[in-house]
């Protein structure tokens, strides 16, 4: 419980001032060019589609947070690292924009997808407006007096970073055209598309808060396997969560045949694997789901997905400690990695 | 004749390295990845749509000329700023990768785009792909000895650049749906979609070689107008260029009704304008360009948009002047300006 007030404590501290320095750095601009900033804000949770202001669902910030517990974990001022915080947030939310044109999503958040009301053409657009504000966001660090030394460190990894998502999403989109694919690939998928930013995240805000190189690393550790951990449960989630409280339909990712842990998993099922190939390279719709849902429970698919996700979570907690030693226990990022592994929805 | 062979010896001097730098950076990842560089590859003009090697269109390679030739003319070594030239190029082709897809173009080229081979969903992919990439290519500077103060005000401006192009797309769409736009209206729009990555090339190249700030900024104002010249220029061809030269098929901007600036300037013709307005608030087919193009013609629009054009040339002439005194007239800066604006195809 003492864990779990510490994180709301630290949430509550600086995420006002999060989302204020997300908000200059997706300023209006003047004029003509002031919708393309204010679709960024509906995405953003900030406006309603006829940009009136409001407040709508906004995502957790988990990775801004991240930054901002690894500045303060190894001695640094958070407040250094917002303009960190606040580009890894803008770039997360960039690629949530192209992954919904990409995916088809119509809905997140329980909300309208930016390119099912504005086209796709102008949400392609805003995306990459918001691609280029979040290196401007990094780039406001030095405005924190954080040295141009590390701002560069920060932007080589933050730019790896941008690539391994790009190449995630590539894997992503090309294992769905693929009859089979193997739990080794998907891993590697989801090491770039998901795990790759969480780590950046703690890592960026350890080196702005003046991080040792070992002492960064483990902390890029634990948030590598933290962020295995949490798409192996995001996939779990895509399949048996309530898709009133995830805001996704249900059975979308099995309607989709999204290559997930699960489905991978039982797809090499030695004798559940065949009868689930031949069900879904027939065309799919709701009706077929029940059955499936049967075959994946017959392979102990869910069984196997949350013991890789417990598996990945220890590792996390392990690298953790190296970093933290003794503090490890009472940092929020326990608390955090804790909390992202125990929701249920 | 001096300027233009200058020129050429400039290219063929500089072109294999800015191709080999720009290949580095775009280096096949490794296994299930490939395919992600492929399609870049093949945007690049490298490789064809099985991915085999060979020659095919790759495009003028302005931008990363205008960067290595300011750098010499500043008196830096061109060979210090040809991350930045790399970078400057593949930020180009990510945003016509995009454009591409946002505009519904098929050929680029003489090629077909990338879109219309693989699908949005991964275009949009490898041109993210390639976005990143262009800052890993500026931050490549480092191994070139520019210190990581030019790095981090390289970078301001290239991120700068990054925001004002999709703020010009912006525009660029968002007027396509509007009946009327002013002049000085779409001049802001090709300010952000044009004008501002030339004008950046010019200043980043200039930063890397060492300028004073005066130069640096007399040679971004050269950019800026040979910019505004140079797309009024690509709009005049947009209309009356020949498709066999251009690849883009004929009236193609007509039908679209692509708010250039010949058009928008005979739309607010006294006399012209309301018989284009009710011509074009028609739905268009290829059978109505003759009695377009005889009215562009009553507007005098071709000699309206070349006199524009020839006034911005000038204005960048001066501001070449400014930055280089003398030595202005027989660089190869003047020679290029002078070649991009004599194209008559």
Redesign the interface.
């Known amino acids: 419980m003492s864990e779990q007030n510490g994180l709301e404590a630290f949430g509550q501290e600086w995420l006002p001032y999060l989302e204020a320095e997300m908000r200059a750095v997706l300023a209006t ?1 003047l004029g ?2 002031e ?2 900033y204010q679709m960024m804000h509906y995405h953003m949770g900030w406006v309603d589609e006829s940009f009136q202001p409001g407040e709508f669902g906004t995502g957790k910030r988990i990775r801004p947070l991240l930054c901002l517990m690894a500045c303060e974990a190894v001695g640094g001022d958070p407040a250094t690292a917002l303009p960190a915080a606040a580009a890894l947030e803008i770039l997360h939310n960039f690629s949530l924009i ?1 992954d919904d ?3 088809g999503d119509e809905t997140r958040r329980h909300r309208s997808t930016l390119w099912t009301i504005w086209g ?3 949400a ?3 995306g ?2 918001m ?3 979040a ?2 966001a990094l ?1 406001g660090s ?1 405005a924190q007096g954080v040295t ?2 590390r ?2 460190a920060a ?2 990894r933050f ?2 970073c ?2 391994a ?3 995630g ?3 992503d ?2 294992f769905e055209e693929q009859d089979r694919v193997e739990v080794a ?1 998907y891993l ?2 989801i090491e ?1 598309k998901t795990a790759s930013l969480l780590a950046t995240s703690l890592s960026i805000g350890a080196l702005i808060g003046g991080a040792t190189a070992p002492v960064d690393d483990a902390l890029y550790c634990f948030g590598r396997h933290l962020g295995l951990a949490f798409q192996i449960q995001d996939d779990i989630l895509g399949i048996w969560g309530d898709p009133a409280v995830t805001g996704k339909a249900a059975g979308n990712d099995i309607l989709r045949r999204k290559k997930s842990l699960p489905l991978l998993y039982a797809l090499g099922h030695p004798t559940v694997g065949p009868r689930l190939v031949e069900r879904i390279s027939q065309p799919l719709d709701e009706e077929d789901l029940p059955a499936i849902y049967e075959l994946l429970a017959l392979a102990k698919a869910q069984a196997f997905a949350e013991e890789q996700m417990h598996s990945h979570h220890q590792a996390g907690l392990d690298g953790l400690a190296e970093a933290l030693g003794d503090r490890a226990l009472t940092s929020p990022l326990h608390a955090l990695a804790d909390e992202l592994l125990l929701r249920r929805t």
């Open positions: 601009g003509a060019a919708r393309h192209h044109i990409e995916d796709v053409p102008q392609i657009n805003a990459d407006g691609f280029a504000l290196f401007a780039l030095k141009n030394d701002v560069v932007l080589e730019t790896a941008c690539t998502l790009t190449e999403q590539h894997l989109m090309w690939d590697r998928m770039g």
